[in-house]
């Protein structure tokens, strides 16, 4: 991220509350996130921002209240700014990450500690489960792997977005979002089930399924592309688990 001069923005009905970026002061309005806070203090980012909906795990953050000890992190995109609010901007944590063929990496439970041996450096102290913005619980999934437990990391570590801030506070050094990402593919790829209506539906892809269609859309104008996003039937909001559109055409 860098600064940059002052946006225009101004919001007419919020409060204006100071903040503290990297140590200096800005008056932002109280309506926003912190991303959108420091874009509007004259922030712009150009690393540290992703998706801006809370998945990519770009933009994690570090603050602390007024008069509170602890540390607390969020993220940018989702956090809402609070008075006083003290932070720094953490997007990337340089925790070592193994190398492995994956064609001849076996999907047993040794092979975590075998390409990660610190894992076994984990002292049960939590404190990277309190640190996550995620809420995963993530010393259950190192002691998962711990006992070589691949389908439990990969079902307790499902929500993490890589943002980092875990292996900051970790007394092991341990990277541990690393190492649930080589559990989650050694699980998905080679242990959990496969899916049949999926391999159906490649295989249908692969036949041509959508070639029709495709050549269709290729030949549109922009204007009729966008008639055709427009009035395209969305899903409602409560939709329910089962909701489809009324055309079953392009699923
Ligand atoms: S487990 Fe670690 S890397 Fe994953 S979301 Fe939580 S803090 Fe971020
Ligand atoms: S912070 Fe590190 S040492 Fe503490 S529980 Fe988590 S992985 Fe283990
Ligand atoms: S920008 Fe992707 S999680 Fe915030």
Same mark, same amino acid.
């Given at each position: 991220?860098?600064?940059?001069?002052?946006?225009?923005?101004?919001?007419?009905?919020?409060?204006?509350?100071?903040?503290?970026?990297?140590?200096?002061?800005?008056?932002?309005? *109280?309506?926003? #996130?912190?991303?959108?806070?420091? @874009?509007? %203090? &004259?922030?712009?980012?150009?690393?540290?921002?992703? $998706?801006?909906?809370?998945?990519?795990?770009?933009?994690?953050?570090?603050?602390?209240?007024?008069?509170?000890?602890?540390?607390?992190?969020?993220?940018?995109?989702?956090?809402?700014?609070?008075?006083?609010?003290?932070?720094?901007?953490?997007?990337?944590?340089?925790?070592?990450?193994?190398?492995? *063929?994956?064609? #001849?990496?076996?999907?047993?439970? @040794?092979? %975590? &500690?075998?390409?990660?041996?610190?894992?076994?450096? $984990?002292?049960?102290?939590?404190?990277?489960?309190?640190?996550?913005?995620?809420?995963?619980?993530?010393?259950?999934?190192?002691?998962?792997?711990?006992?070589?437990?691949?389908?439990?990391?990969?079902?307790?570590?499902?929500?993490?977005?890589?943002?980092?801030?875990?292996?900051?506070?970790?007394?092991?050094?341990?990277?541990?979002?690393?190492?649930?990402?080589? %559990?989650?593919?050694?699980?998905?790829?080679?242990?959990?089930?496969?899916?049949?209506?999926?391999?159906?539906?490649?295989?249908?892809?692969?036949?041509?399924?959508?070639?029709?269609?495709?050549?269709?859309?290729?030949?549109?104008?922009?204007?009729?592309?966008?008639?055709?996003?427009?009035?395209?039937?969305?899903?409602?909001?409560?939709?329910?688990?089962?909701?489809?559109?009324?055309?079953?055409?392009?699923?």
């Amino acid at each position: 991220m860098s600064e940059t001069a002052g946006t225009e923005v101004e919001s007419l009905t919020s409060e204006m509350i100071p903040i503290y970026v990297m140590g200096k002061q800005y008056m932002v309005p *109280d309506s926003l #996130t912190i991303m959108k806070a420091m @874009e509007y %203090a &004259g922030y712009k980012f150009v690393r540290g921002a992703g $998706c801006r909906g809370g998945i990519c795990g770009a933009c994690g953050t570090i603050y602390r209240k007024p008069g509170d000890y602890r540390l607390h992190v969020g993220l940018a995109c989702q956090t809402m700014v609070e008075s006083e609010m003290y932070l720094t901007q953490l997007p990337f944590f340089p925790a070592m990450r193994a190398s492995y *063929d994956w064609a #001849t990496t076996e999907a047993v439970g @040794e092979t %975590a &500690g075998e390409l990660y041996p610190e894992l076994f450096r $984990c002292v049960a102290c939590n404190a990277c489960t309190k640190f996550c913005p995620m809420d995963v619980e993530v010393m259950d999934y190192i002691a998962a792997l711990k006992r070589g437990d691949l389908e439990a990391a990969t079902e307790i570590s499902f929500n993490c977005i890589q943002c980092g801030l875990c292996a900051s506070r970790c007394m092991g050094e341990l990277p541990q979002y690393h190492i649930a990402q080589l %559990a989650r593919r050694l699980y998905g790829g080679k242990l959990a089930p496969k899916s049949e209506h999926l391999d159906a539906m490649v295989a249908k892809i692969a036949d041509g399924y959508f070639k029709e269609k495709l050549t269709e859309l290729k030949g549109m104008s922009k204007d009729e592309l966008i008639k055709l996003y427009q009035e395209r039937q969305m899903e409602p909001h409560q939709g329910g688990e089962y909701w489809k559109p009324d055309s079953e055409e392009g699923l």
